[in-house]
């Protein structure tokens, strides 16, 4: 098979990587792909939201397998693009339909959903421009700290969350009225605040039957101890030592089961991944976000512990016969600490030389920000390079990637030194 993969980070590295294992692979290409996928795939210098531009390539180089890394593709309608172009057509693509990644797109859909499912999820209302008054009057029925989501995709920037009511309330207009984060912000989500602890639960479908893939739980915060900045992510770790047998029952049961059967029931085309981010409040998971593909750095940690091959699973999504498809999954954790460059998420530099990548030994570094530059691989992006291990226990795999990283440098590099703290 041919394969196009779309996107650039290391989810996509990780996901490469995993797709150029199978012997169903003969090639693959990745748009516009980093400096790792560029050693073990072709990159092709094209973006992901550029459809056109996908499709002269896709019809050029005879693909007959796309698979969508990140979400804005997706939310921009690429799957029903390709079902609705006659030369198009008979070529999967791994990734919901437009309807479906409206599960990302927006908060508000996100909601109405997970209520019609009976899905456990904090109360919420949603707000406009018109509403803005009652929007301020809800808050004041709400306790602190209060919780504001932009409805639409915003750079993972679009959640607010607030102790005093005033600032709350002010906030809430800077999203409606000033359009804070411009079209994603003209309606907002308040909703109650949830507290525990969050993980992160994959789930590959067909659209009819699905797979659990392992759970991961994400380093969300720039800096020790889980403090500082909201980030992309800086660390995650497979499996998770809190997520039991009881507690995955009750997450397959209340949130899994029902969130495949709600797709069905509205007729919705979901051939992809489903991101389920959830919190353990006391005993119980709630659902505290969905997303339409796989989490990064997750996905660093989700995909090595995949032991079946990926083509194959993908396949079966793409045929409706996931049912007859079997899962493997490694035994081993793993663990990724991601490097960042000095001053993310806030501004930062780029085109760092990094260097020690040939040293690295019993890990794996995932390049998420980099790219080729006269023979150097060098800083491109914040998140840089994921470098993930495996090991009999999850700090048995973390000790390991934590002694590869000091083998590794570029200026101004930063990371967490960390993770698993909590576990
Ligand atoms: P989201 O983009 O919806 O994942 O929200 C970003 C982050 O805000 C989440 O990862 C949580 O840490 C936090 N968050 C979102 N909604 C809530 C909530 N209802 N209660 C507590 N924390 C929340
Ligand atoms: N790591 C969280 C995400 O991918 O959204």
């Known amino acids: 098979m041919k394969i196009l993969l779309l996107g650039s980070g290391g ?14 692979c003969d090639m693959l290409f990745v748009a516009p792909g980093n400096a790792g996928t560029a050693i073990i795939a072709t990159n092709v210098a094209i973006n992901p939201n550029d459809f056109d531009a996908v499709k002269k390539w896709v019809l050029a180089e005879q693909i007959t397998m ?4 990140p979400e804005d593709p997706l939310v921009n309608g690429i799957y029903d693009f390709f079902k609705n172009d006659t030369e198009l057509a008979d070529i999967p693509v791994i990734g919901p339909s437009k309807h479906g990644a409206e599960l990302e797109g927006s908060k ?9 499912n009976n899905i456990p999820t904090a109360a919420y209302d949603s707000f406009t421009k018109d509403t803005v008054e009652q929007g301020c009057k809800f808050l004041e029925t709400l306790q602190p700290p209060y919780v504001l989501k932009a409805d639409g995709l915003a750079a993972g920037k679009g959640v607010l969350i607030l102790q005093d009511l005033k600032e709350a309330q002010q906030e809430l207009r800077n999203m409606l009225v000033d359009a804070k984060f411009g079209n994603a912000s003209s309606k907002v989500v ?19 039957s699905y797979k659990l893939l392992p759970m991961a739980k994400d380093y969300k915060r720039i800096g020790e101890g889980d ?3 909201n980030t992309g992510g800086m660390g995650a770790v497979s499996p998770v030592p809190f997520a039991d047998a009881e507690f995955m029952q009750k997450i397959e049961e209340r949130i899994v089961k029902p969130t495949i059967a709600g797709l069905q029931n509205d007729a919705i085309d979901y051939k992809g991944f489903v991101f389920i981010g959830l919190i353990k409040v006391g005993n119980d998971p709630f659902v ?8 990064d750095p997750e996905t660093e940690v989700v995909i090595p512990r995949l032991k079946s091959d990926i083509v194959t699973l993908f396949e079966a999504v793409a045929n409706q016969k996931l049912d007859e498809a079997v899962l493997e999954i490694d035994e081993r954790s793993a663990a990724t600490v991601m490097l960042v460059a000095g001053g993310y998420p806030e501004g930062y530099e780029k085109g760092k030389v990094i260097t020690g990548l040939d040293k690295v030994e019993g890990s794996i570094a995932f390049h998420a920000g ?10 491109n992006g914040g998140r840089v390079i994921a470098v993930t291990s495996y090991g009999d226990s999850w700090d048995e795999a973390i000790k390991k990637s934590y002694q590869n990283i000091d083998k590794l440098h570029f200026d101004k590099m930063y990371f967490r030194k960390d993770i698993g703290f909590d576990l």
């Open 108 to 116: 508000e859909f996100a909601k109405k959903f997970l209520v019609k």
């Open 190 to 208: 308040i909703e109650e605040f949830l507290d525990g602890i969050e993980l992160s639960c994959f789930v590959l479908t067909d659209g009819k």
């Open 227 to 229: 403090t500082g900045l």
């Open 11 to 24: 989810r996509e590295h990780a996901l490469a990587w995993k797709i150029t294992q199978s012997p169903k």
């Open 288 to 295: 505290i976000e969905y997303n339409v593909r796989m989490g």
């Open 370 to 379: 980099t790219k080729q530059d006269n023979g150097a691989i060098v800083t």
């Open 66 to 69: 796309v698979v969508v890394g």
